[in-house]
C-alpha cells in the first residue's frame, strides 16, 4: 500500500525507465529516481520517451500517466487497469447513466455544487469589500433555476449563463488590465487569465481522475458529462464542483500577488502559454492547494483537498449503490 499520494511533474525532455523494483527519468540533467510507493501519478510535459517493459511496471504500481502537449493541452492517460473495478459498480453507474430520471438528479447537483462553491468564492471577496451583490443575487437566481431544469443541455445552459456573470467578476477582483477577462476562451486561450484557467482546470481534471481510480467507480460513466468513445467523463464532472473553490481561488491569489504576471506567458502560434519556469511555479502552488486542509463537518476532522476529492467519489458511490443520497460537497469559507 502506497503510504501517500505524490505527484511528479516532468518538464524537460528525456526517458522514463524500470531498473528492477525502481523507475526513473533520466534527463539533460541527468538520472533522477521517482519514489514508486508514495507517486500515484505522473504529469508529462516534456517530450519524454517510455517503453512496454516501463509500463508494465506502471501497471503493477497502480502508478498513472497523464500526457500533455507543449502548448499545455491535456491529451490523454496512461491508465493502468483498474485494481478496484468491480462489474457489479460498472453495472449499477450504466443503469443510472440510463435511466434519465437518476442521470438527472446527479447531473444537476454537480451543478448544483459549482455553482454553489462559486458563490462562495464570490461571497470571499464581497466580504473584503468588492462590489458584488449584483452578481451574488443573480447567481441565487440560477441556483433556483437548476430546479426547474429537464435535461441535460438545460442544466449545463444554467451554469454557462451563470458563468457568463461569473467569470467578469475577476476583472472586479483583480484590477488588473494585463489580465481582463473579456470573454471565455480556451483553444487557444487568448488572454493571459484564459490560459490560466485553461491550464488550471486541466491539472484538475487529471487530479479528478487519479481520485477516481482509487474507487470502484469506472471514470468513463459520467452524468453531467455524457459518456462516449473519447473521453473519461466523471472526473469532469467532479471537477466541476472543485475549479471555483481550487483553480479559481488559486489564479485569483496567483495574479493578486503579482506572482503571475503578463511576463510569465510565451505568444505563439496556438495561443497564450506559461513559460516554463512559471508553469513549475504554478504546479508547485496547484500542490500546495490540494494538500491544504480544510474542516469536514460529517467526518468531524480536517481533510486535504485532494482528499476532499476522493471523498466526493465515495460519495458519489454511496448514492449509484443506493446506501446515500448524494450531495455535493459546498464549500464555506
Partial sequence: MKKRSETIYIFSNGELKR?????????????????????????????VDVNKRFLEFLTQAEI???????????????????HLNSGYM??????????EQQRQKL?????????????TVVYYYKRRGKPLDEVIDKLESFILDLQSCKTTSELMAVEGNARSYYYPV???????PDFAFEVRTKR????????????????????????IYKTHLD???????ASNFRRFSLNLDIAEIFKPIIVDRLILSLVGKKVITKKSFDDNVLGLTLKEDAMQLFVKEFEKK????????????????????????????????????????????
Fill in 170 to 176: 475577476f476583472d472586479v477582483i483583480l484590477e488588473n
Fill in 219 to 225: 471514470p468513463r460513466i459520467g452524468f453531467l458529462h
Fill in 90 to 99: 460498472i453495472v449499477k453507474q450504466a443503469e443510472h447513466y440510463l435511466d
Fill in 19 to 47: 531498473k528492477d523494483n525502481t523507475i526513473y527519468f533520466e534527463g539533460e540533467k541527468g538520472r533522477k529516481y521517482i519514489p514508486v510507493e508514495s507517486t500515484s501519478e505522473i504529469m508529462i510535459f516534456g517530450e
Fill in 188 to 211: 487557444p486561450p487568448e488572454n493571459f487569465l484564459n490560459a490560466l484557467i485553461s491550464f488550471g482546470n486541466s491539472l484538475l481534471y487529471t487530479i479528478c481522475l487519479s481520485e
Fill in 64 to 82: 498513472i500517466l497523464h500526457f500533455f502537449n507543449r502548448y499545455e493541452y491535456y491529451v490523454g492517460s496512461y491508465y493502468p487497469r483498474e
Fill in 290 to 333: 490540494l494538500a491544504t486542509t480544510v474542516k469536514y463537518p460529517s467526518l468531524g476532522r480536517h481533510v486535504s483537498y485532494r482528499r476532499l476529492i476522493r471523498l466526493e467519489a465515495y460519495k458519489i458511490q454511496k448514492h449509484i449503490m443506493g446506501e446515500e443520497e448524494y450531495q455535493p460537497f459546498v464549500a464555506k469559507w
Fill in 107 to 119: 447531473a444537476k447537483k454537480f451543478v448544483e455544487g459549482a455553482l454553489k462553491n462559486i458563490r
